[in-house]
Every structure is written in C-alpha cells, then in structure tokens.
C-alpha cells in the first residue's frame, strides 16, 4: 500500500523542469505552489493533503489535487466522505474493473512526483516505519489516477487522485508484512521512459494493453529502505524535515536495513 508519502516543492517540480521552460516553472511556483501543503515532509493520504498532479490532459503543466479520488459520480457529500478514505490507492491489477477507478483508468491517468514513501513494518505487536527512496535520490514517478468532482450542494470542483499499487518487491516483502494484506504491496513506480507512456491518451484496446503492461514492479536494486522515528501516535513529531531521517531499532533484525 502507498498511504504515507513524501514530497518536496523541488521533487514535485521534476517534470517541469525536465522540459526546461523557465517561465512555466516560476508560474507553477508563485501561482500553484501557495495553493498546496507542499513541502510535505511526511503527510498521511488519511489527511487528504493538496499536492501536485500532471496529468494526460496537460502532461507539462501540473493542477492542485488532493490526494483520495472521488468519482464523478458521486451525488452526495456524506456518500464522498465515506469514499474518500478507500480510494487512497487503487490496485493496478483491477483499475480497469472497479467502478471507482474504471473511468479514470481510461481518461484521466496522472504521475505524482514524490521523494519517498513511508511503510510499516510489524514485529511482536508493534509498528517500526520504513522510508523508501530511489538509491539515486532523484524523485519518484508514482502512477496514479485522477478525477474532477462537482459538489451538488453548490457546484464548487475538486481535482481529486489517488496513488495506484502494484505487487511488491523484494524489498517491500521484508517491510511490508501487515498481516490484514494478502502479499507485500508498492506504489506503482514509472521508469522515467513509462512517464510519457503512462500519459498517452487512450484511443483503442492496444492503448488499454499499453497501459496494463506498465504495471509492474519496480526493481529492488534500485531502491534503499532506512527505519526512521514514529508516525503515528505521542512521538509523532510532525510535517518536519527530520522526520525521515534515520533511526534504528536495536530489536529488529539487521538483515532488514539492507
């Protein structure tokens, strides 16, 4: 699963930059960015933050979205309320099948750049989280959906997405052991040749197989994993920039820090 992210301004910004237009990118960052809780040192889905999305409808310019992907569909706040919270992620295996994602899957495809992601780890009744980042340190490509719903009390529009996940390495099956998940789980990382691939508008079936053939894991070797402090509960410090710094736990097994 993928419910606790980080993202910097500057990771959020790479595909901006990699086209090199330097007018767009000031645009983004005195007009997008206020609109925000970037810098997001550490944030929960459940917390329903706005970050930035570039989607296939404008592949080089990002849009503000909050993160927990309300289908068009919905015609009620309460019923989008209780939604909100289940549509953090989404199964790459079933994003074409599930009526929540279905339509998104086919129009409305969208890459969230971030630095890392946070997962638990359990061990004799307690939670240990784990900071995951490329060894590289570049920003992740995260695959996911997104939506534009209309409040039918008064017509006010949210851009909405969600995080799509795919089965996890080896990596993520040492971490990820939530005894509640059937299998160890990861956000859907794109190599940077799947970015565009991911974004092309679907037109016909060969498009949907294009797409179904990204899903994939994303390779070990290319990824690093540190235990870092609390996340939840008293000792949670906060959105603080030192919250994903290191920290080890003497009664867990070292063979989990490589």
């Given amino acids: ?148 719903w209309v409040n039918p009390e008064h017509g006010g529009r949210m851009i909405t997405c969600t995080i799509v996940t795919t089965v996890g390495n080896s990596i993520m099956a040492k971490i990820h052991n939530n005894p509640k998940i059937k299998g160890p789980r990861m956000p859907l990382i794109l190599a940077e040749d799947q970015e565009d691939k991911w974004l092309v508008q679907w037109d016909n079936e060969m498009d949907k197989r294009q797409i179904k053939e990204l899903i994939q894991t994303y390779p070990s070797e290319e990824l690093c994993a540190y235990t870092v402090a609390k996340l939840r509960g008293k000792a949670y410090k906060g959105n603080v920039p030192e919250i994903s710094n290191a920290l080890e736990y003497s009664e867990l097994e070292l063979s989990l820090y490589q």
């Fill in 1 to 148: 699963m993928c419910y606790d992210i980080k993202a910097s301004t500057e990771a959020q910004l790479k595909r901006a930059r990699q086209k090199g237009d330097l007018a767009a990118i000031e645009e983004i960052e005195e007009l997008l960015i206020p609109l925000t809780d970037l810098p997001l040192h550490h944030v929960s889905g459940f917390n329903h933050p706005e970050l930035l999305i570039y989607t296939d409808h404008t592949p080089e310019f990002p849009t503000v979205a909050t993160w927990g992907l309300i289908p068009h569909w919905v015609k009620q706040e309460d019923q989008m309320k209780k939604l909100w919270n289940n549509t953090l992620n989404a199964r790459g295996e079933t994003i074409f099948d599930k009526p929540a994602f279905s339509q998104s899957a086919k129009h409305n495809r969208c890459i969230i750049y971030i630095d890392g992601f946070y997962e638990h780890h359990h061990f004799n009744n307690k939670t240990y989280p784990f900071f995951i980042q490329r060894k590289d340190y570049e920003p992740m490509a995260l695959a996911g959906l997104w939506s534009e």
